[in-house]
T-cell receptor
Framework: DSGVTQTPKHLITATGQRVTLRCSPR?????VYWYQQSLDQGLQFLIQ???????AKGNILERFSAQQFPDLHSELNLSSLELGDSALYFC?????????????FGPGTRLTVL | GQSLEQPSEVTAVEGAIVQINCTYQ??????LSWYQQHDGGAPTFLSY????GLEETGRFSSFLSRSDSYGYLLLQELQMKDSASYFC???????????FGKGTRLHILP
């Protein structure tokens, strides 16, 4: 158990809909990262927040947005969903802001868009 | 561009040693990390190289050579539980994007 929690575990929805994925980082970690993993693909970095502020952005679609709240939990919002958005979405957390040091991954949310 | 290249699959025998290579095309990065992911599971951190050279953590070692744009993960005394996918990752200094390789699936034969 990494100490990072993600809800829900599974999500099934229809094209055009909007969903929100939630992540709580490990106690004491200020950075939260969001990743997308499609079938047989590596991890695609979406976005990072550090202590409530956006820190770095990957190839995140305009239909996707995220935020980190004062209690440090984070939410990833996916809207106007398409079939291709079906994937495993991971949240990770770390103590530091920069670098590529150790990140602790949550169990993921599996999104299925029908 | 920014990319990390890894072999898609590697097969080795239980008890043996295997090396998983990672080559990259990015001009500047903070360091090289390695993660393990079992089927259906989340990635877990294995190793980090901030400087050139070898880092050893138990049965796992990782190496980085910035001049050769190359790194590798070395797994010794392979066990069946090491069957998993292994990912290398860097963070680009220019835009702070985190880049993962597509992963190497390690198959271990008894």
């Amino acid at each position: 158990d990494s100490g990072v929690t993600q809800t829900p575990k599974h999500l099934i929805t229809a094209t055009g809909q909007r969903v929100t994925l939630r992540c709580s980082p490990r106690s004491g970690d200020l950075s939260v990262y969001w990743y997308q993993q499609s079938l047989d693909q590596g991890l695609q970095f979406l976005i990072q927040y550090y202590n409530g502020e956006e820190r770095a952005k990957g190839n995140i679609l305009e239909r996707f947005s995220a935020q980190q709240f004062p209690d440090l939990h984070s939410e990833l919002n996916l809207s106007s969903l398409e079939l291709g958005d079906s994937a495993l979405y991971f949240c990770a957390s770390s103590v530091v802001s920069g670098g590529i040091h150790e990140q602790f991954f949550g169990p993921g949310t599996r999104l299925t868009v029908l | 561009g920014q990319s990390l290249e890894q072999p898609s699959e590697v097969t080795a025998v239980e008890g043996a040693i295997v090396q998983i290579n990672c080559t990259y095309q990015t001009s500047g990065f903070y360091g090289l990390s390695w993660y393990q992911q079992h089927d259906g599971g989340a990635p877990t951190f294995l190793s980090y190289n901030g400087l050139d050279g070898l880092e050893e953590t138990g049965r796992f070692s990782s190496f980085l050579s910035r001049s050769d744009s190359y790194g590798y993960l070395l797994l010794q005394e392979l066990q069946m539980k090491d069957s998993a996918s292994y990912f290398c990752a860097v963070r680009d200094r220019r835009d702070d994007k985190i880049i993962f390789g597509k992963g190497t699936r390690l198959h271990i034969l008894p």
